[in-house]
C-alpha cells in the first residue's frame, strides 16, 4: 500500500468513526422499550409506529429502541429498572401492576369487556386516569398509555375443552398475578406460573399441560407445533400498557413528555385496530396448521369466574367499569 492509500485509509476511518459518533448523539434521550411478544405480532407494529412517530415529533431529540423476544429481561426486572429511575419502558398488563396499585388488577379479570372499543373507554376514563397518578406517585412508574389490546385469550391444550370439569386436573401456564391464578383455577385448571418463553418447551416436556393466551401470541410462540386443541373462551380481554419510569418521564423537558404520552395512545389504536384485523386471519393460519379451534357455550366458564372479582375486592369496581365500557 502506497503512503497515499495508507493515509486514505486513515482518513476514511476517521470520517466513518466521526459519522458513527454524530449518529450516537443525534438524539439528547434515549428510551429502551423491552416486550415479550415476537417481530411478527401486530401490536409489535405498534411499537415501530410509536419508535418511527417519537424520533419524527420529537426533531430527533427522543430515540425509542426496541427490544421484542423480552431481550431485555422478564418483564417483572424491567418495571424494577424504571422504579430505579432507567430509561426502560415495557409492555404489560394490569395484573403486573396491582402489587403497586391495586385497582390495576382489576383490568384482567374475567369477561370485563367485550373487544378493544369496550375496553378503551376504560383506559382512557377519568377514573384510569386516577390510577395512573396512584402509580406515578406511589410507585414511580408512568403510564405512557394503556390502550395496547392484544385480544381476547384463550384456552391452549392437548385435548378438547367443553367446560369447567374438562380442565380438572390441568397444569395451564398463567401469568402469576392473583387475578390470572385466581381465573384460572376458577375456570377448573390448576394454575402454573411460569414465563412466556419457557411456555413452548414446558408444554413440550410435559411440565404443564397447556396454557392461556391470545391467537397473536400464540402464532408468534409457535405454539401450534405443541399444542392440539384451541378453546374460544374469551375469558380475559388482555389490554396493556407501555410502562416507564415516572422519575426519568418527569426529568424530560415537558415538550417531549407529551411527546411521549401522546404518541404512545395513537400508536396503542395503531397496534391494537392491527390486532383486531389480524384475528381471522390467524386463526385460520393456526387450523392450516392442524390445530382444532372450537367455539363453545362460554355460559358455564362465566358463571364460574364471576366469584373472582368478589374473592379480590373487585366487585364494585366491576360494576363501574362495565357501566364506562358500555357508554
Request: proline share 5%; charged share 20%; glycine share 10%.
Amino acid at each position: 500500500m502506497t503512503h497515499f492509500s495508507k493515509l486514505g485509509s486513515i482518513a476514511l476511518a476517521g470520517l466513518a468513526a466521526s459519522l458513527l459518533a454524530g449518529s450516537a448523539l443525534a438524539a439528547d434521550y434515549t428510551l429502551n422499550v423491552n416486550t415479550a411478544l415476537a417481530t411478527n405480532d401486530p401490536l409489535y407494529k405498534g411499537l415501530e409506529a410509536f419508535r418511527d412517530n417519537v424520533a419524527e415529533a420529537s426533531d430527533g431529540a427522543l430515540e425509542v429502541r426496541l427490544f421484542p423476544n423480552s431481550q431485555l429481561g422478564p418483564d417483572e426486572d424491567v418495571l424494577e429498572q424504571a422504579r430505579a429511575g432507567a430509561p426502560v419502558a415495557v409492555v404489560v398488563d394490569g395484573g403486573r401492576l396491582a402489587v403497586f396499585v391495586n385497582e390495576f388488577g382489576v383490568l384482567g379479570a374475567p369477561y370485563l369487556a367485550n373487544g378493544y372499543d369496550g375496553i378503551r373507554k376504560v383506559v382512557t376514563s377519568d377514573l384510569f386516569d386516577e390510577w395512573a397518578q396512584k402509580l406515578h406517585d406511589d410507585a414511580g412508574l408512568d403510564v405512557l398509555s394503556f390502550n395496547w389490546w392484544q385480544g381476547e385469550r384463550h384456552l391452549l391444550t392437548k385435548k378438547p375443552i367443553g367446560g369447567p370439569d374438562d380442565l380438572s386436573g390441568v397444569r395451564m401456564r398463567t401469568p402469576g398475578a392473583p387475578v390470572w391464578t385466581g381465573t384460572i383455577e376458577a375456570m377448573g385448571a390448576t394454575p402454573t406460573p411460569m414465563p412466556w418463553g419457557e411456555v413452548y418447551s414446558a408444554i413440550s416436556s410435559n411440565v404443564i399441560d397447556g396454557a392461556e393466551a391470545q391467537l397473536p401470541a400464540v402464532v408468534g410462540a409457535k405454539l401450534d407445533e405443541v399444542i392440539t386443541n384451541i378453546t374460544l373462551t374469551g375469558h380475559i380481554n388482555l389490554i396493556t400498557g407501555l410502562i416507564t419510569s415516572a422519575a426519568w418521564v418527569d426529568s424530560l423537558p415537558e415538550n417531549l413528555q407529551t411527546v411521549l404520552h401522546e404518541e404512545a395512545l395513537k400508536a396503542g389504536d395503531i397496534a391494537s385496530y392491527g390486532t383486531q384485523d389480524a384475528l381471522a386471519s390467524l386463526q385460520q393460519q393456526l387450523i392450516d396448521n392442524g390445530v382444532d379451534v372450537e367455539e363453545i357455550d362460554i355460559t358455564p366458564f362465566k358463571e364460574a369466574t364471576a366469584v373472582v372479582y368478589d374473592d379480590l375486592g373487585y366487585g364494585d369496581l366491576r360494576d363501574q367499569l362495565q357501566a364506562i365500557a358500555a357508554q
